[in-house]
Protein backbone atom coordinates (compact mmCIF):
# COMPACT_ATOMS: atom_id res chain seq x y z
CA UNK A 1 0.00 0.00 0.00
CA UNK A 2 0.80 3.44 -0.77
CA UNK A 3 -0.43 6.85 0.76
CA UNK A 4 -0.42 10.12 -0.92
CA UNK A 5 -1.13 13.19 0.78
CA UNK A 6 -1.00 16.13 -1.09
CA UNK A 7 -0.53 20.36 0.08
CA UNK A 8 0.14 23.45 -1.29
CA UNK A 9 -2.95 23.77 -3.50
CA UNK A 10 -4.14 27.72 -3.13
CA UNK A 11 -5.72 31.06 -5.24
CA UNK A 12 -3.19 32.32 -7.14
CA UNK A 13 -3.84 35.24 -9.76
CA UNK A 14 -2.86 34.86 -13.79
CA UNK A 15 0.59 34.68 -14.18
CA UNK A 16 1.96 33.44 -10.66
CA UNK A 17 3.44 30.17 -8.76
CA UNK A 18 2.83 27.89 -6.45
CA UNK A 19 4.40 24.67 -5.63
CA UNK A 20 2.39 21.60 -4.57
CA UNK A 21 3.99 19.08 -2.48
CA UNK A 22 2.90 15.19 -1.97
CA UNK A 23 3.97 13.31 1.10
CA UNK A 24 4.42 9.80 -0.05
CA UNK A 25 4.32 6.21 2.47
CA UNK A 26 4.38 2.95 1.93
CA UNK A 27 6.93 0.43 2.24
CA UNK A 28 7.73 -0.02 -1.40
CA UNK A 29 7.18 4.14 -2.22
CA UNK A 30 10.30 4.28 -4.09
CA UNK A 31 9.78 1.66 -6.39
CA UNK A 32 6.56 3.49 -8.17
CA UNK A 33 6.58 5.63 -9.99
CA UNK A 34 4.23 8.96 -9.22
CA UNK A 35 2.52 11.33 -11.65
CA UNK A 36 0.24 14.40 -10.87
CA UNK A 37 -3.12 14.33 -12.66
CA UNK A 38 -6.05 17.30 -12.42
CA UNK A 39 -9.71 17.26 -13.06
CA UNK A 40 -12.07 20.14 -12.96
CA UNK A 41 -15.67 19.38 -11.90
CA UNK A 42 -17.76 17.95 -14.76
CA UNK A 43 -14.49 17.13 -17.04
CA UNK A 44 -12.43 13.84 -17.56
CA UNK A 45 -9.14 13.77 -15.25
CA UNK A 46 -6.77 15.09 -17.13
CA UNK A 47 -2.48 13.83 -16.99
CA UNK A 48 -0.24 16.67 -16.19
CA UNK A 49 3.48 14.91 -15.52
CA UNK A 50 4.76 11.65 -13.82
CA UNK A 51 8.46 10.63 -13.26
CA UNK A 52 9.80 7.10 -13.26
CA UNK A 53 10.87 5.53 -9.85
CA UNK A 54 14.58 6.95 -10.04
CA UNK A 55 12.68 9.96 -11.13
CA UNK A 56 15.19 10.24 -14.29
CA UNK A 57 12.56 10.11 -16.46
CA UNK A 58 9.82 12.83 -16.38
CA UNK A 59 7.18 13.18 -18.96
CA UNK A 60 4.84 16.37 -19.28
CA UNK A 61 1.37 17.26 -20.72
CA UNK A 62 1.76 19.70 -23.68
CA UNK A 63 -0.43 22.35 -22.15
CA UNK A 64 1.82 22.69 -18.95
CA UNK A 65 5.31 21.84 -20.49
CA UNK A 66 7.69 24.92 -20.14
CA UNK A 67 5.45 26.26 -17.68
CA UNK A 68 5.19 23.24 -14.81
CA UNK A 69 8.32 21.05 -13.27
CA UNK A 70 8.28 18.08 -11.48
CA UNK A 71 10.67 16.53 -9.34
CA UNK A 72 10.93 13.67 -6.56
CA UNK A 73 13.21 13.27 -3.06
CA UNK A 74 13.28 9.37 -2.12
CA UNK A 75 15.26 10.08 0.49
CA UNK A 76 12.17 12.39 1.75
CA UNK A 77 9.49 10.11 0.21
CA UNK A 78 8.60 13.68 -1.26
CA UNK A 79 7.37 14.84 -4.63
CA UNK A 80 6.80 18.29 -5.71
CA UNK A 81 4.74 19.74 -9.06
CA UNK A 82 6.54 23.36 -9.58
CA UNK A 83 3.88 25.86 -11.73
CA UNK A 84 4.98 28.49 -12.87
CA UNK A 85 3.40 31.48 -15.05
CA UNK A 86 -0.06 29.84 -13.97
CA UNK A 87 -3.08 30.55 -16.31
CA UNK A 88 -7.14 30.81 -15.26
CA UNK A 89 -7.36 27.33 -17.45
CA UNK A 90 -4.73 25.43 -14.86
CA UNK A 91 -7.65 25.73 -12.11
CA UNK A 92 -8.59 22.29 -10.99
CA UNK A 93 -8.44 19.57 -8.28
CA UNK A 94 -4.83 18.11 -8.15
CA UNK A 95 -4.00 14.99 -7.45
CA UNK A 96 -1.13 13.03 -6.95
CA UNK A 97 -0.74 9.40 -7.87
CA UNK A 98 1.47 6.28 -7.69
CA UNK A 99 2.17 2.97 -9.96
CA UNK A 100 3.94 -0.15 -9.22
CA UNK A 101 4.99 -0.11 -12.47
CA UNK A 102 7.99 2.22 -12.12
CA UNK A 103 7.28 3.95 -15.13
CA UNK A 104 5.90 7.06 -16.05
CA UNK A 105 2.80 7.08 -18.19
CA UNK A 106 -0.03 9.24 -18.83
CA UNK A 107 -3.13 6.77 -18.89
CA UNK A 108 -4.84 7.24 -15.44
CA UNK A 109 -5.83 3.62 -14.85
CA UNK A 110 -2.39 2.67 -14.98
CA UNK A 111 -2.13 4.71 -11.49
CA UNK A 112 -3.63 2.33 -8.26
CA UNK A 113 -2.85 4.80 -5.67
CA UNK A 114 -4.29 8.41 -5.82
CA UNK A 115 -4.16 10.84 -2.92
CA UNK A 116 -7.20 13.38 -1.58
CA UNK A 117 -6.60 15.78 -3.96
CA UNK A 118 -5.40 19.66 -3.47
CA UNK A 119 -7.44 22.63 -5.01
CA UNK A 120 -5.48 25.28 -7.42
CA UNK A 121 -7.66 28.42 -8.53
CA UNK A 122 -6.24 30.85 -10.96
CA UNK A 123 -7.57 34.09 -11.00
CA UNK A 124 -7.72 36.30 -14.13
Known amino acids: QVQLTESGGERVQTGGSLRLSCAASGRTVNSHSLGWFRQVPGKEREFVAA????????VYADSIKGRFTMSRDNAKNMVYLQMNSLKPEDTAVYYC?????????????????WGQGTQVTVSS
Open 97 to 113: VASGVGLPTSIWSEYEF
Open 51 to 58: TSWSGTRT
